[in-house]
């Protein structure tokens, strides 16, 4: 059973950087998509960044060049990052991470290609 325990958030002032974490207990195979998704209050959730095993990644146009996902190892589990540079006030938003197992190809930032969900960690920039 795969369950992720994200980290990191917080409250920042404009132009900060946080990094967020994102620890996947309960999975050991090699091929999976792993993405940052946020929700503002009032609006839909928005794929931010994904990343696949083999280090293909997708960023939303809104973030690239501020937003780095990328990923490691704690241990034997697999750790998610997701570095946010230069923060800004709409970057204010519950952070989630999510995974799909035994997938490959582009990692998509689409919610419905994802079957597993942390609980997310509050970003609130100023």
């Known amino acids: 059973h795969v369950q992720l325990v994200e980290s990191g958030g917080g409250s920042v002032q404009a132009g900060g950087s946080l990094k967020l974490s994102c620890v996947v207990n309960?999975?050991?195979?090699?091929?999976?998509?792993m993405g940052w998704f946020r929700q503002a209050p009032g609006l839909e959730r928005e794929g931010v960044a994904s990343i696949a095993s083999d280090g293909t990644t997708n960023y939303a146009d809104s973030v690239k060049g501020r937003f780095t996902i990328s990923r490691g190892n704690a241990g034997t589990k697999t750790v998610l990052y997701l570095q946010i540079d230069n923060l800004r006030p709409e970057d204010t938003a519950m952070y989630t991470c999510?995974?799909?197992?035994?997938?490959?190809?582009?990692?998509?930032?689409?919610?419905?290609?994802?079957?597993?969900w942390g609980q997310g960690t509050q970003v609130t920039v100023s």
């Open positions: 999510a995974m799909r197992t035994l997938v490959s190809g582009t990692p998509p930032l689409t919610s419905s290609s994802y079957t597993f």
């Open positions: 309960g999975y050991r195979y090699r091929r999976y998509w």
